[in-house]
């Protein structure tokens, strides 16, 4: 029997309207299902029945493509389809380095960037501000520092035979004496009184001091032409310019912010938009890449700025900046749009956060995209390739209210970004990893080698609150089947 498979407009209707929802009331066709469907000569079963109409056969190519064994990505602000080939789990290793202290676990894994010429079993690594934990006393809940002392470090770190292996500690240092430590190393501790979390000592009964050089160090990446790293912070938010043993530079804020505390050993320069001072606390600069050709840098915030106030919590536009390296000056931001909760099981939307990037190129990032569980319960372990050439240059244009639309960037819906004409980046599945039964929910480092080695490994929060006698901390190596540049 000859069959002509038509895979146009009723594709995209399919996928406009999710999973199995063509109907032969929408189309006034029969559904077509007693087909059989074979891949590599393997029969397959899509979870959609074709659909007969006019003498054509149409297929519904979510099922069919997902049936193949195919990522597909549905992009309703172009109508446009992706179909993207799975990768395939290549190794896996796991850190079994010594305790920091009792019931405090040793943690790499907040970033991880492969850098040019390196062997490709070694990268670099940073571990958060350090251990912390939230006591609740008379109904408020305090955030407390277990060792307080320790200096937030970038990690350099090897896989082989199944393990991690820390080759260098690389602690962050100040150019001078840092008056909260004695010496010239930083802490994790908050920045500022009044505007970030007072921080305690493990038992609560002490306030500790700010450190005004103290860092909630978050992404890390690599800049070749200067032999320098960048590093991301939750407290300013911020990004930090450091030389390769540990010294920092300067540290890139938003305006107003250096009028609130005295650095004279690291130069505060104010080129982050006002806007960016409506952080909500610990969902700060998350992600920080550079394109290998070290010309722009690129800064993504893991959730929505409270931006009026924080009900926008419930927004899905994360803001992603875009530096020009030379002059440290923002050149571009794109409003990146976070999975939509609905869609998921027990989630909110502040619940989905954006936690680290890849820069392959000025108009391709890789984003790590996750939701709160772990286990069983996880959702949402995505890694996006994004395209920005398309995308709409927002800087400067909806940090308030006072434009044509009347709304924040925030504030805006699904319908009012397509009023707006604002496009998002486009998004498109590389690696699922909850289809690889990942264990962990945070998922925060993610780098790429030779175009076609993606890796992964997450922040085991030093262990707090942990009951294994694991590190809980895993990096995982997956080939991609194409390469990505
Ligand atoms: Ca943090
Ligand atoms: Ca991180």
Known sequence: MKKIWTITATAVLTLSLGTG?????????????????????????????????????????????????????????????????????????????????????????????????DPDNVFYSTADRGPNGQIEINGT???????????????????????????????????????????????????????????????????????????????????????????????????????RDGTIIERIVPQGWAEQVSTPLVPAREVLPEVYNSLRQNRGAESVGITPDGKYMFMAMQNALRNPDKSMDNSRQVRIIKFDLATLHPIAEYAYLLEDATKFNKLAQADIVLSDMVVINENTLLIDERDKFAGDQAQLKRIYSIDLSTATNILNKYDDATNASGQTLEQMTIADLKTNDILPPSKRTILDAVEFKYPYEKIEGLSLVDGNKLVIINDNDFGIGSTTTENGTELWTFELPYTIK
Do not use: C
């Open 21 to 117: 929802t063509v109907t032969a009331s929408v189309l006034n066709g029969n559904t077509a299902d007693k087909i059989v469907y074979s891949s590599n000569g393997q029969v397959i079963a899509p979870s959609t029945p074709a659909v007969n109409f006019d003498g054509s056969l149409y297929l519904p190519i979510r099922a069919f493509s997902e049936a193949t064994g195919k990522y597909v990505d549905w992009d309703e602000f172009r109508s446009s389809v992706s179909l993207t080939d799975k990768p395939i789990l290549t190794s896996t290793y796991s850190l079994k380095a010594p305790n920091l202290a009792e019931g405090i676990k040793m943690g790499v894994g907040s970033s991880l960037t492969h850098l040019p010429g």
């Open 141 to 243: 809940t305090l955030r407390t520092f277990p060792l307080a002392d320790y200096t937030p470090t970038i990690y350099k770190i090897q896989i082989a035979d199944g393990e991690i292996i820390i080759l260098e500690e690389i602690p962050l240092k100040v150019n001078g004496i840092n008056p909260t430590t004695g010496t010239a190393n930083i802490t994790g501790l908050p920045n500022i009184d009044g505007r970030d979390e007072s921080p305690y000592n493990a038992e609560t009964e002490q306030q500790l001091s700010y450190d005004p050089y103290g860092l909630d160090i978050e992404g890390l990446a690599y800049n070749a032409n200067d032999d320098t790293f960048w590093i991301s912070d939750e407290y300013g938010p911020s990004i930090v310019h450091v030389k």
